[in-house]
């Protein structure tokens, strides 16, 4: 019998507790011996206990298709996602649970100005295993994002996995301070993980609050990027917090002013953006949309820059990048955006303004 049972039957074998005014003076003396306050108890604890279980308990068995870059879009059958275009894998996006994350560098102080070896190890939430395989989501299974603390510094880079689970990479960062690390991955047949780690470097000498970003907003909505140049726009203008946003980028040649067509792929598309609120709390990760604008939405086969299979050495993009993101609260944010051209990577740094809804 479980607890549960025992106390019901305790409660149904109790005798109506009668109080008048000669009780009233020993019931405080009285009532944690009384039967009934034991019976309440044990009842108490049965359903705490059964309520924490289930919390902790995973719905590992909860499993579909998924969009690693939209986890929000489900389907019961293998497909792509009809806002990038990506392939479904298959998870547990109804786990909501964060995997265990040990960061470690040797040395055990990062020196800013040399690599250090930092090393990554990746634990199962429910049983604490290490997780050995990953999905490959955008031609890598670990998108690794190191940010400074006054948002001035931006890497984005790959560990390698060992045979033991173990990523690892060197790294190495410009200055002494405070970084964000944020670690991107998919554990296979898990949910995505975007995890954040702090890193405090070797002769950091000031404090957090002065040190904090102070972002200001763009003036101009045109930037060059040695041979790149880009018009920046947003849809809507400005981006509402809440709500699906659109970063979108007109690329022309820097020397010639002529638009571009042939950006080369990154990462499995013909771009990459990273978008980081001002207090490094908020982030976005996207790569460009897959799907050709202008589609009806009752259409059975959409149509993809990117075809199924295609050659991605071979394809060429351009003028036109479009990324979606939802900023989930109004502030000032910094995107990183990434384009691959004439075998060089091409970062544009832009700031704006989330509007409250």
Not at 195 to 223: C, E, H, M, W
Not at 229 to 249: N, R
Not at 312 to 338: C, H, N, S
């Amino acid at each position: 019998m479980n607890c549960l049972a025992r106390a019901q039957v305790r409660m149904r074998a109790m005798q109506r507790a009668r109080i008048d005014s000669r009780w009233r003076s020993r019931v405080c003396a009285s009532r944690f011996a009384h039967p009934a306050f034991a019976a309440i108890v044990t009842l108490t604890l049965c359903l705490l206990v059964t309520l924490f279980v289930q919390a902790q308990q995973a719905p590992d068995g909860e499993t579909a298709f998924v969009c690693p870059m939209h986890p929000d879009y489900t389907l019961d059958i293998a497909g792509s996602c009809p806002r990038c275009g990506m392939a479904l894998v298959r998870g547990a996006p109804f786990d909501v649970r964060d995997y265990g994350l040990e960061l470690t560098t040797v040395p055990a102080v990062v020196q800013p100005g040399k690599p250090a070896r930092w090393q990554f190890h990746i634990s199962h939430p429910g049983t604490g295993e290490r997780i050995l395989k990953f999905e490959t989501v955008h031609e890598r299974q670990f998108h690794l994002f190191v940010i400074s603390q006054d948002m001035t510094h931006f890497q984005h880079i790959h560990p390698e996995l060992q045979p033991d689970g173990t990523w690892v990479m060197d790294v190495m960062v410009p200055k002494a301070g405070y970084y964000k690390v944020l670690s991107d991955f998919l554990p296979a047949g898990g949910a995505s993980q975007f995890i954040a780690r702090p890193l405090v470097t070797a002769g950091y000498k000031g404090n957090f609050a002065d040190d904090s970003a102070r972002l200001t907003i763009d003036t101009t909505n045109t930037q060059t990027v040695d041979d790149l140049t880009a018009k920046v726009s947003y849809d809507p203008a400005p981006f509402i917090a809440g709500l699906y946003g659109h970063l979108q980028f007109d690329l022309t040649d820097t020397a010639t002013g002529q638009p571009v067509a042939d950006l080369q792929t990154y990462l499995g598309a013909f771009g990459h953006t990273h978008i980081m609120s001002e207090d490094l709390n908020e982030y976005v990760h996207s790569h460009s949309l897959d799907i050709v604008p202008g589609g009806q939405d009752d259409e059975d086969v959409p149509q993809f820059l990117i075809p199924p299979g295609a050659d991605l050495e071979k394809l060429r993009g351009g003028p036109r990048v479009i990324f979606d993101g939802l900023m989930p609260k109004p502030g000032r944010y910094r995107a990183w955006t990434q384009f691959r051209r004439h075998d060089k990577v091409h970062t544009f740094v832009t700031t704006f303004e989330v509007r409250e809804r």
